[in-house]
C-alpha cells in the first residue's frame, strides 16, 4: 500500500528557513517523480519544483529558484525540500505529491499526472 505523508511545516519569520519532508513510501518504481506543490486559498495548486527520483534531475518555478532545494534519499524513501529566504508570499499549503510517470526534466510531468496526494503542511511565513 502507497502513502504520501509530508511533514515539516510551521510557522517562520521572513528571512527564516524551513525545511519539509515527504515520505512516499509503498511504490515500486526506482522511477517516480516527486513534487512539491504549494495551494492559497481560492487559488490553484501552483508545482514549485520536483525531482525524478530515479536521475534526481529537478526542477524549479520561477518563484522559488535560488531559494529552496529539493533532494530524495532513496534509502528512506523521503524527499525533503529545503526553503531558505521565505517571505510573506510563501505562506500557503504545501503539499507532496507522487507520479509513477518518471519523465525527465520532470518538468515535463502535467499536474494531471501526479495521483498520489499528501494531505498537505501548512507554511505560514509571518513576523
Known amino acids: 500500500q502507497v502513502h504520501v505523508v509530508e511533514s515539516g511545516g510551521g510557522l517562520v519569520q521572513p528571512g527564516g528557513s524551513l525545511r519539509l519532508s515527504c515520505l512516499a513510501s509503498g511504490f515500486t518504481s526506482d522511477y517516480l517523480v516527486i513534487g512539491w506543490f504549494r495551494q492559497l486559498p481560492g487559488k490553484e495548486r501552483e508545482r514549485i519544483s520536483c525531482?525524478?527520483?530515479?536521475?534526481?534531475?529537478?526542477h524549479y518555478s520561477d518563484s522559488v529558484k535560488g531559494r529552496f532545494t529539493i533532494s530524495s534519499d532513496k534509502a528512506s524513501d523521503t524527499v525533503s525540500l529545503e526553503m531558505n529566504s521565505l517571505k510573506p508570499e510563501d505562506t500557503a499549503l504545501y503539499f507532496c505529491?507522487?507520479?509513477?510517470?518518471?519523465?525527465?526534466?520532470?518538468?515535463?510531468?502535467?499536474?494531471?499526472?501526479?495521483?498520489?496526494w499528501g494531505q498537505g503542511t501548512q507554511v505560514t511565513v509571518s513576523s
Open positions: 525531482i525524478n527520483r530515479g536521475d534526481e534531475r529537478t
Open positions: 505529491a507522487v507520479s509513477t510517470i518518471g519523465l525527465s526534466p520532470c518538468g515535463f510531468v502535467a499536474k494531471g499526472a501526479y495521483h498520489y
